[in-house]
C-alpha cells in the first residue's frame, strides 16, 4: 500500500481511547471478571494490555513472555475460550506535545480450564497500522492483509521439541528416498510415517499464512488497510469479538 502519514492522537487522549476500549472488553467477557487495561510507556512506544480481577496467565506461541488473559465464552465440559488483547502505539517523532500514532491491535484467542494450564493458543485477528524508520513513516504490516486472522491451532499442539525432531526425520527421509519423499511402494508404515512427519512441519508454517478480513477482491486488489482515527480501531474491535463470540456458539 501507499505510504502516507498516520493520524496522530494527543498522549494525554489516549486515555480517553483506552477507556472506552476497556468498555468494548469488559461487555464481551465473564460478568465475573473485572477488565483494566494496563499501560506501559516505553521509550520509542506505549502498550496497552489487559489485567484485572478474575483473569489468568498463559503462555503465548511466539514470544518468551506469559500474558493475562480473561475467560469470555463457556465451551463443552468447563472449557472456556479465553481472550487475549494487545494494543500498541508508537510515539510521533519531532518537538511540541507528546504525541502518537497507531502501531497495532491484536485479539488472541485461547481454550483452556479455569486455574489450570496448558491454554492453548487458537487463533488471532490482527490489525497492523505505521512505524517510522529512516525520516519517513511506513506501513509495518509489510505485502499482508490488514486486518486479518492467523490460525495458531496446528502450531500450539505441537512443541518445538516435537517439529525438531519432525524435521531431522524428515531429512532422513528425503536423504533415502533420493531427495523425493516416500511414497506409497516405500516399506510398510514409512509412507504413513513420512505424511505425520510432513503434518507436524507443515503445521508451523499455516501459523505465518495471514487470511485477510477486509479484502473487497471482486471491486479492487487492496487487501491491506489502515485505521483513519480511534473510531476505527473500536468498531473493528467491538464487531469482530462480536463475530468471535458468534462462531464459538458453533464449538
Known amino acids: 500500500m501507499a505510504d502516507v502519514e498516520p493520524f ?18 469488559q461487555r464481551i467477557v465473564d460478568p465475573a471478571v473485572e477488565i483494566k487495561l494496563g499501560l506501559d510507556q516505553l521509550e520509542t512506544k506505549v502498550v ?35 481472550l487475549g488483547y494487545q494494543e500498541e502505539w508508537s510515539r510521533s517523532p519531532g518537538g511540541g506535545p507528546p504525541r ?18 496448558p491454554k492453548p493458543q487458537i487463533f488471532r485477528a490482527e490489525w497492523a497500522g505505521y512505524d517510522f524508520k529512516g525520516g519517513k513513516y511506513r506501513f509495518q504490516g509489510g505485502d499482508a492483509g490488514h486486518p486479518h486472522w492467523q490460525f495458531d491451532a496446528l502450531e500450539s499442539l505441537y512443541s518445538d521439541e516435537d ?16 531427495g ?10 514409512l509412507g504413513l510415517l513420512t505424511a505425520d512427519v510432513n503434518g507436524i512441519v507443515s503445521s508451523k508454517k499455516v501459523a ?30 467491538r464487531r469482530t469479538l462480536d463475530y468471535i463470540v458468534q462462531e464459538l456458539d458453533r464449538v
Do not use: C
Open 208 to 237: 505465518a499464512i495471514h487470511f485477510a478480513s477486509a479484502g473487497h477482491w471482486w471491486r479492487d486488489p487492496m487487501h491491506a488497510h489502515v485505521p483513519r482515527n480511534v473510531m476505527d480501531i473500536r468498531v473493528w474491535l
Open 180 to 189: 523425493s519423499v516416500a511414497r506409497d511402494f516405500s516399506p510398510a508404515g
Open 8 to 25: 496522530h492522537v494527543p498522549l494525554r487522549a489516549l486515555g480517553d481511547h483506552l477507556a472506552q476500549v476497556k468498555d468494548v472488553l
Open 100 to 117: 502518537v500514532f497507531f502501531r497495532s491491535s491484536s485479539v488472541s484467542i485461547f481454550f483452556g480450564f479455569r486455574e489450570l494450564d
Open 48 to 82: 496497552a494490555g489487559i489485567e484485572g480481577k478474575g483473569l489468568e496467565t498463559t503462555a503465548r506461541n511466539r514470544g518468551r513472555f506469559r500474558i493475562r488473559v480473561a475467560p469470555m465464552v463457556a465451551l463443552n465440559d468447563g472449557l472456556w475460550a479465553w
Open 163 to 178: 517439529v525438531g525432531r519432525a524435521n531431522e526425520l524428515l531429512a532422513i527421509l528425503r536423504e533415502e528416498a533420493g
